[in-house]
């Protein structure tokens, strides 16, 4: 009997995709400072997910030192990633903040071959190239703005690396770990780093509008629950290269979210850009091998796995 097409992983990956998108949008809508925006958005997320992760803690809490370290690493760069990303959007475009976090392939690519040893054909290079010009076409609107536009480009970069970093150290915790359970502890350890980081900084944390209440709740609800926890269980299902390939997606998304809901322009060189980004994203998918190799990783998905 044919499987549904919502029990598989890349069916989680695309509601991953999605959700992660409306992040920039929900970033811009609020006047809160950025490390604060990231702080709540973690510490939500962990009290949203507690009632059902009190029960994995008993059941899956065998790590040994170097993993417990590599878990606290991951939480220390997705921390890193949030608090970059967001003050990047402070400083320029949705557009150009979500482009180059494009490049995070880039870094898991090269990642996973130093650690991993996984080998990468010419026809993934290719793809992977096409996808970035296409990104790079987007924000070529934004180059030599502004000063602080061109800080947020960098603040994005440094983002981009982080989470390539996040999801690198990540791929073999989840193998041990269910991925939803990996996602609340990195959460919990990246909120608090925010939390210490606000205070050291003596960052005002509680005095904030009901409307900023809610964009803190609608980060986590939407942008981290369904977007990056959906993320981080597919990376028990599919290598973290190909995850971050097809964020590749978010900056079309967002630009185009970002045109319906802030009322940002587009130009043409964005729409040409987006085009030539999605067309990367398929080229790579449509390779025959990434589906083969991921059957091979794990030839019995299910998604009653994820509830076990």
């Known amino acids: 009997m044919k499987k549904s097409v919502f029990l598989s992983p890349y069916f989680l990956l695309l509601i991953g995709v999605l959700s992660v998108s409306f992040s920039a949008i929900f970033v811009k809508w609020s006047a809160a400072p950025a490390s604060v925006i990231a702080m709540y958005r973690m510490l939500l997320t962990v009290l949203l997910l507690l009632p059902i992760e009190l029960i994995y803690f008993f059941k899956h809490t065998s790590l040994n030192v170097s993993e417990w370290i590599r878990l606290l690493l991951s939480g220390l760069f997705l921390a890193l990633h949030f608090l970059l990303w967001m003050e990047s959007l402070k400083l320029t475009s949705v557009a150009s903040s979500t482009v180059i976090l494009t490049l995070q392939p880039a870094f898991t690519m090269a990642g996973m071959l130093l650690f991993y040893h996984s080998r990468t054909n010419l026809g993934q290079m290719i793809s992977l190239l096409i ?172 998604i009653k796995n994820l509830v076990k």
């Open 131 to 302: 996808a970035v010009i296409g990104s790079l076409i987007i924000a070529w609107g934004d180059i030599g703005i502004s000063g602080s536009a061109l800080l947020g480009d960098s603040f994005s970069l440094l983002g981009a690396a982080a989470y390539a970093t996040h999801l690198l150290l990540g791929q073999a915790l989840v193998k041990k770990i269910p991925g939803e359970f990996y996602s609340f502890l990195v959460f919990l350890i990246a909120g608090l780093v925010l939390m210490g980081y606000n205070s050291a900084a003596g960052t005002d944390m509680s005095h904030y509008s009901l409307k900023e209440w809610g964009i803190f709740l609608l980060l986590a609800l939407v942008s981290t629950v369904f977007g990056h926890t959906m993320l981080n269980i597919c990376l028990k299902y599919i290598d973290a290269t190909r995850i971050t390939m097809s964020v590749v997606a978010e900056p079309v998304i967002a630009s185009l979210l970002a045109i319906l809901l802030l009322g940002e322009g587009v130009s043409l060189w964005q729409v040409i850009g987006g085009v030539v980004t999605l067309a990367g994203i398929a080229l790579y998918f449509i390779n025959p091998r990434k589906r083969s190799d991921m059957i091979r990783r794990n030839p019995s998905f299910n």
